[in-house]
């Protein structure tokens, strides 16, 4: 059982460049979102979703775009990468957002650099 | 908004003996859940320990146990016979609408032989 998979696991960009993070789970979560993990300031909400075709936004979701065309994937979209976007970005799912008995499965984070 | 606020940027502790991380958190709801979770060099997020606010009962798991104080909305996580695997960083969070998960900044914790 993979549970959840974050490809790339690092990646380098310019400023300006585009790119997508992936993200799949194998767990038929309903429930999957985006955290950005930043020194001194914990991990922060970035985008989430309740299921496939409904997306929501979290504490911080400028410059970032997301997708839910299925239960299993939910891409994060960088469209034009800025040096500020240089963080540890991860993945998480879980059957209802991670309340009581269904608590968040992280993926093993992608390490972004925008140079 | 809801916060969460862990004062302890660093913590060591000798293999064997027990530490305590603190938390505490602002919420103006009355339902909501706790967690503390675990991230070591690996970059692994690992849930170590979970609350039910409405439950009064502290939970435990193994050498894992909380203190949780709803009127002083503190939530401090004791580790007992602190192991040399224990080195991490602790992380806890807050969430009350199934959704929206707030961490705070993280406490490093070293556990020294």
Known sequence: ?115 | AQTVTQSQPEMSVQEAETVTLSCTYDTSESNYYLFWYKQPPSRQMILVIRQEAYKQQNATENRFSVNFQKAAKSFSLKISDSQLGDTAMYFCAFMYNNNDMRFGAGTRLTVKP
Request: proline share 5%.
């Open chain 1, 1 to 115: 059982n993979a549970g959840v998979t974050q490809t790339p696991k690092f990646q380098v960009l310019k400023t300006g460049q585009s790119m997508t993070l992936q993200c799949a789970q194998d767990m038929n979560h309903e429930y999957m979102s985006w955290y950005r993990q930043d020194p001194g300031m914990g991990l922060r909400l970035i985008h989430y979703s309740v299921g496939a075709g409904i997306t929501d936004q979290g504490e911080v979701p400028n410059g970032y775009n997301v997708s839910r065309s299925t239960t299993e994937d939910f891409p994060l979209r960088l469209l034009s990468a800025a040096p500020s976007q240089t963080s540890v970005y991860f993945c998480a799912s879980s059957y209802s957002g991670g309340a009581s008995n269904s608590p968040l499965h992280f993926g093993n984070g992608t390490r972004l650099t925008v140079t």
